[in-house]
């Protein structure tokens, strides 16, 4: 069976010194201090150590290969989004990190599949990097869950939802940034808490600013089987008919209408969570993700979907079927 994980993380074995080159910090400095691995640097700060398995193409494919997995959808990893940086700048990092993933997309046309970055802090340049990225044949895009803090209802971004349902363009929503990280950084509550509320907001900012209305046509997917929305829907939805008042101001439809039309991937590292995620969403819509390589992933690529006794059918779905309809990109492809 062809399985398609279409959430994983790569990065360009070097990056340029931006902080250098624009002359303010900010920016991701990478620090080779030993074979097969690199140190993530912010500023002055130590962000992250990673293994040569989060830029190493052929690294990947052996991993993969232990669990029967085929394809991988690469994006960047979120700290290298740049959206704090002036907006001529941020587009500077945005071609960088796109022209890496075309040129790996051109060399294992079976085996990845990219989605760009764009500066988001500027949608008249957002939109201008969606057309090269499209020309240069990646499939969709990454995006954070917020913009410096903005939601993505804004109407800013309109034009590149626009554009995304013109060029064909699928989008991932990724939560980053956590909202009150500052205020809880002890243990890991920016990854375990913040995290799944963010893509929530994401989801909620979306549904009630009208954005699948206005743009029926836009595949978005959210990671993280939703983050915390699913779970959390009878309490949205209730929010919205007993305070329309505060809810149903942009939008008057249900938010629970939306299950089924956007996609959600499967990470939940629980069974029963992702058999109430297919309930919710049905199989069509749930996609084999892994969040490879950062420990908080599953890594063993969606095997523990093999052994939940789900029919065939589903598990086709979910290990490649939702994904090929999301990308909009055909079987034959990656066979
Ligand atoms: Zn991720």
Known sequence: MLKIDMHTHIMPKYLPDWEKKFGYEGFIKLDHHKSGWARMIQGDKFFREINHNCWDPEVRINEYNKFNTQVQVVCTIPVLFAY???????????????????????KYPKKYIGLGTLPMQSPELAVKELHRIKKMGLKGIQIGSNINNKNLSESEFFPIWEACEKLDLSVLVHPWNMMGKEDMESYWLPWLVGMPAETSRAMCSMIFGGVFEKFP??????????????????????????????????????PRKYCGHFWVDCITHDEVMLEYVLKMQGSKRVTLGSDYPFPLGDLEIGEFINNMGLPQSEVEDIFCNSTLEWLNISKEDYL
């Open 84 to 106: 704090f940086a002036k907006a001529k700048d941020g587009l500077e990092v945005a071609e960088f990190l796109n022209d890496d993933l075309v040129a790996l997309v051109n």
């Open 217 to 254: 046509n836009l595949r978005v997917n959210f990671c993280h089987a939703s983050g915390s929305f699913l779970s959390t829907l009878g309490r949205i939805e209730h929010g919205f008919n007993c305070r329309p008042d505060l809810v149903a101001v942009d939008n008057n439809f249900n």
